[in-house]
C-alpha cells in the first residue's frame, strides 16, 4: 500500500462552499490529516472553472448556495469529466432528507456528509473514495499497457502475416517459373538444334557462294533474320536462366548503357507517342557511377524494356523519369511513369512469364525478361505501384557480382590443325559442324552418341573433345568422365541446346572447359576451340 499512501497524501482536493468558515473546517481538517494539495472556492460560478484547471483527484461540494445550488454544479462537472475519470464527489449538506440524497446520488454523488461532521468521519470517508479511485485508475493503466500490447501484437501479427503472403506469393512464383522451366526446356532444345542447323547452312553458303552471285543477298538476310530468331528464343528461357560461366561480365560504364537505352527507345516515348497524340516529357537524371562488371548488352536491353513498358502505361501522356545513381553497395537504376498504375494483384504477377494486361499486344515475357537479367547481375528488380498514381521499377545491382572476364574470346591463330573427336547425335547438325570445322583446317572424327564417341577416342589420339550434352546411351558428361580417366589434360567444349534446364545453377560440368549454348556461328565455335587450344 505504499504506492496508495503516496497518492494519499498528494492527491489535490477541490472544495467548493459558499462560506468561509465552512469552508476553511474542512480545509483545517484535511490539513491534519496530513493533506496539502487544497483548493477552497466560494463562489459556484468559479466552480468549473476551478476544475477545469485544477483538474482534482476529489470534490467536497456543498449543496445549499446562491445563484447555483451544489446539483447545478455537479451536473456541470459530470458533464465535463470523462466517463473512465473516476473523480469522486463528497455533498455536504445539512439537509438530512432522503429526496435531497437521492436526488445527488442521481446528479453524480458519491457520498455524503451531514453538517456537523468530524474531522475523523472526513478523513475515512475521504480515504474510501480515494482508495477507490486510485484502484480505478491502476486499472485504467492496466488496461492502456493491455491494450498497446495488443496493438503491438496486432502490428506484429500482420506484419507476419504479410510477410507469408509475401513468401507465397513468391513460392507460387518459383513453382510457375520451374514449371515452365521444365515445358521450355525441349522446346528451346529442338529450336536450338534447328537454328543451328538453319544458320550453319546459310554460313556454309554464304562463304562458298561467289560475291557476285545474286542470292548472296538474300543469304545475309537469311543469316539476319536467323540472329533475330536467336533472340526471340533466348527470351524464352532468359527469365529462369541462371548466371554461365561464359557469360562476359566485364567493367562497364553505366551512365553509358542507360543513355544508349533511352536514346534506342526516343522513336517509341518520342515518335510513335507523339503521332499517337500523347505527349511524354523525359526527366533524366543519369549520374556517373562507380564501374562495376556487367553483361552491358543485357542492362542496356532490361533499361530499354522498362522504358518501352512505362511508356505503354501512359495511355494518355505524362512524364518518363529515368536515372541512375550510386546505391549502398552498388548503383540503383530506376524507370518511372506516371501512367495508369497497377492493382495489388497485377503487380504481383507482373513479373510472371505470358502475364500481360496489353489487350492484343504483348507475350508477357517482357518483365521476365528484365527480371532474369537482374537476377544473374546478383541484383535486385522491384516495382511500387498504385492504380492512377503511376509505376516505378528499381534495378540495384551490387558492386559484388562475381568475376568479370577481362575480355571476349578471340579468334587465335592456329599453329597446326587440331584432331577433334565430334559427337552429336542430330546427323545434319553433326555433319554440318564437321564440314565447318574442317573449312577452318581441323582433322574431324565424327561420332553419333557417346558410346561411339568413347571407342574412336581409345582407338586413337585427339587434340579436343566437342561433344552435345544430351545424347542416348550415354551423356556429353559421361563421356568427358571416361575420357578424362583415360587422358587427363585433354581440352573439352559442350555443345547444348538445353543450357541452363539441365545446369540449374549455371556451373560448368565436371572436365568441361568451355559450355556453350546452341545456337552459335562458325566464329563462335572457332574462338571457343582457339581458346582451350591456347
Not at 18 to 25: K, L, W
Not at 507 to 532: F, M, N, Y
Request: proline share 5%.
Amino acid at each position: 500500500m505504499q504506492a496508495f499512501d503516496q497518492y494519499l497524501q498528494n492527491a489535490r482536493f477541490l472544495v467548493i462552499d459558499d462560506e468561509p468558515v465552512s469552508a476553511s473546517a474542512v480545509e483545517i481538517s484535511l490539513a491534519a490529516a496530513g493533506h496539502e494539495e487544497i483548493r477552497i472556492v466560494n463562489d459556484p460560478c468559479d466552480a468549473v472553472e476551478a476544475f477545469r484547471e485544477y483538474q482534482p483527484d476529489i470534490i467536497l461540494l456543498d449543496i445549499s448556495m446562491p445563484i447555483m445550488d451544489g446539483f447545478d454544479v455537479l451536473g456541470q462537472i459530470r458533464e465535463l469529466t470523462p466517463p473512465d475519470a473516476h473523480i469522486p464527489v463528497i455533498v455536504i449538506t445539512a439537509d438530512s432528507m432522503e429526496t435531497t440524497r437521492r436526488r445527488a446520488l442521481e446528479s453524480g454523488a458519491n457520498d455524503f456528509l451531514t453538517k456537523p461532521f468530524g474531522s475523523t468521519e472526513l478523513r475515512l470517508r475521504v480515504r474510501n473514495l480515494l482508495e477507490t479511485r486510485f484502484l480505478q485508475l491502476g486499472l485504467r493503466e492496466q488496461n492502456r499497457r493491455l491494450d498497446e500490447r495488443v496493438t503491438e501484437r496486432t502490428r506484429e501479427l500482420e506484419a507476419a502475416l504479410e510477410e507469408l503472403r509475401d513468401a507465397q506469393r513468391q513460392t507460387i512464383r518459383q513453382e510457375r517459373l520451374h514449371a515452365f522451366s521444365e515445358m521450355a526446356g525441349g522446346v528451346v532444345h529442338d529450336f536450338n538444334n534447328v537454328l543451328m542447323i538453319l544458320m550453319s547452312l546459310a554460313d556454309l553458303m554464304s562463304r562458298q557462294a561467289p560475291k557476285d552471285w545474286d542470292a548472296a543477298t538474300h543469304l545475309a538476310t537469311m543469316q539476319t533474320v536467323l540472329q533475330e530468331a536467336v533472340q526471340m528464343i533466348a527470351r524464352l528461357h532468359y527469365f529462369c536462366r541462371p548466371r554461365h560461366d561464359d557469360d562476359l561480365f566485364m567493367p562497364a560504364d553505366l551512365k553509358k548503357v542507360v543513355e544508349e537505352a533511352v536514346l534506342l527507345a526516343k522513336p517509341k516515348w518520342h515518335n510513335s507517342a507523339r503521332a499517337e497524340g500523347r505527349e511524354i516529357t523525359i526527366s533524366l537524371d543519369i549520374q556517373r557511377v562507380d564501374i562495376l562488371p556487367c553483361n552491358a548488352s543485357e542492362m542496356r536491353e532490361a533499361v530499354f524494356h522498362l522504358i518501352l513498358n512505362a511508356v505503354d502505361a501512359m495511355t494518355h501522356g505524362g512524364t518518363l523519369t529515368v536515372s541512375l545513381q550510386n546505391a549502398g553497395g552498388g548503383v540503383e537504376i530506376s524507370v518511372g511513369d506516371t501512367g495508369v498504375g497497377m492493382t495489388g494483384e497485377v503487380r504481383a504477377r507482373c513479373m510472371d512469364p505470358f502475364y500481360s494486361t496489353k489487350t492484343g499486344t504483348g507475350a508477357g515475357l517482357g518483365l521476365p525478361m528484365v527480371h532474369g537479367i537482374v537476377r544473374r547481375h546478383a541484383g535486385k528488380l522491384d516495382v511500387t505501384s498504385q492504380p492512377g498514381a503511376g509505376a516505378l521499377f528499381r534495378i540495384f545491382l551490387p558492386s559484388d557480382n562475381g568475376q568479370a572476364e577481362a575480355a571476349a574470346p578471340r579468334a587465335l591463330p592456329m599453329s597446326r590443325p587440331l584432331r577433334i573427336l565430334l559427337a552429336e547425335d542430330d546427323d545434319r547438325l553433326r555433319q554440318l559442324i564437321s564440314l565447318q570445322m574442317e573449312a577452318m583446317g581441323h582433322i574431324v572424327e565424327a561420332a553419333s552418341d557417346g558410346t561411339s564417341a568413347l571407342e574412336k577416342f581409345h582407338a586413337a589420339r585427339f587434340d579436343l573433345i566437342l561433344t552435345d550434352l544430351s545424347m542416348p546411351r550415354l551423356n556429353g558428361i559421361a563421356l568427358v568422365e571416361a575420357a578424362r580417366r583415360h587422358m587427363p589434360g585433354i581440352p573439352v567444349i559442350m555443345l547444348t541446346g538445353f543450357g541452363a534446364m539441365l545446369l540449374p545453377k549455371g556451373e560448368r560440368p565436371p572436365g568441361v572447359d568451355i559450355l556453350l549454348s546452341k545456337p552459335i556461328t562458325r566464329d563462335s565455335l572457332a574462338a571457343a576451340i582457339a581458346k582451350v587450344a591456347a
